[in-house]
């Protein structure tokens, strides 16, 4: 009982600190992406807007950058705290992929920040833009070295467990194991997603006030032009990488999708569109299914065969499996919920220009 009560406490401290955590370096990816673009419209047009906008949306990046930092450190010692064990077994590869985010991207991320933010009329403008390089290239990398390590936890590669400890044998294996690819470009992406709609927020609030509406009606406008390839690049990406969950973690997939009778062949398995999973029952209690629909997003096929939960041991199934089914949900809704805001706002600036009066009459657009 107390065993299980400090694992279930670990994991709710680990859980809170990892999902504050994660709101601020994602968006600090994003802006150091829409910085770079930024001061590079600049030093091509001479514009002293864009040179403004670069002065201005650095101090939203400054502010991520820095509540990023404290608390994230929080995440490193938890290793050791609360998944003391975890750390010994896979410190092999997880400790190595951790230092190298430390001392290849923080460190570069961090050593040209004050240039970034001081360096102004102090600096040539090449060695500012090349500040702003390197603390954009800082960040993915860093993103790069975190997600890679959780790929690795998702499918594990480039070794094996010796005496209780996996040793890794073949460090690139590990690193571009099968999630790899699907996790760091799913979790990318997000990041410019999140950093084009932040952008575009903010301004929208802006114009909708009347303050400056000229001013930020330039990143508006370039907030919904990134958006167009951004957010069905990440729908695609979101797809490939569910079918990858399929593949290499069934039990992850069936969880996620209420899915507890494995189909049989030539018959699709049909996809829950709103179910409440029940662990002790091995069912859920009520569902609402489209027939074949989860045979085509697990495999492209209409009957391809999906593995259910009930085949699988009952120590090996996700916990908490509501709570997966729905979170699950709810991230491909605000996905599909980001793509029609940029459909919609493409189609008004198509139809009514992109004059700031025009986007003042619809209020509800700029509240969107």
Not at 75 to 103: K, Y
Not at 331 to 357: P, T
Request: hydrophobic share 55%; proline share 4%.
């Amino acid at each position: 009982m107390a065993t299980t009560l400090v694992t279930d406490l670990s994991r709710a401290q680990f859980a809170l600190t990892a999902l504050f955590h994660i709101l601020w370096p994602v968006l600090t990816i994003g802006l150091s992406f829409f910085l770079v673009v930024i001061e590079a419209l600049w030093l091509k047009t001479g514009d002293v807007d864009y040179y403004r906008h670069a002065r201005f949306w650095a101090k939203l990046f400054v502010l991520n950058f820095s509540v990023g930092v404290v608390t994230g450190l929080p995440l490193e010692f938890e290793f050791g705290t609360n998944w003391a064990e975890f750390s010994r077994f896979a410190g092999d590869f997880f400790g190595a992929a951790l230092g190298f985010e430390g001392a290849m991207a923080f460190m570069l991320e961090a050593g040209f920040l004050s240039i970034m933010l001081l360096g102004w009329q102090r600096v040539p403008r090449a060695v500012h833009f090349f500040a702003t390089l390197m603390v954009a290239a800082g960040a993915s990398l860093s993103a790069l070295w975190i997600v890679m390590a959780n790929s690795w936890m998702q499918t594990p590669a480039g070794g094996s467990v010796v005496n209780g400890r996996f040793v890794v044998s073949d460090f690139w294996a590990a690193m571009f194991n099968p999630d790899m690819v699907w996790g760091v470009s799913h979790m990318w992406v997000a990041s410019l997603e999140t950093g084009c709609f932040v952008v575009g927020g903010v301004s929208a609030w802006y114009v909708l006030k009347n303050r400056n509406p000229a001013f930020f009606m330039k990143s508006f406008k370039m907030a919904v032009f990134a958006a167009v390839i951004i957010a069905p690049l990440q729908i695609y990406l979101g797809d490939g990488s569910g079918k990858s969950v399929f593949n290499y973690q069934p039990a992850k997939g069936a969880a996620i999708e209420g899915h507890w009778h494995t189909n049989p062949v030539g018959r699709g398995a049909a996809w829950a569109v709103a179910a409440w999973p029940n662990a002790e029952k091995g069912g859920n209690d009520w569902e609402i299914k489209l027939p074949n629909v989860l045979s085509l997003l697990a495999t492209n096929s209409w009957d391809g065969q999906v593995k259910g939960l009930r085949d699988i041991a009952p120590q090996d199934r996700p916990p908490a499996l509501p709570l997966l089914f729905y979170s699950f949900r709810l991230m491909v809704a605000i996905g599909f919920y980001f793509f029609a805001l940029m459909a919609i706002s493409l189609w008004h600036a198509w139809h009514h220009s992109w004059r700031e009066a025009a986007w003042q009459s619809h209020p509800w657009l700029l509240k969107g």
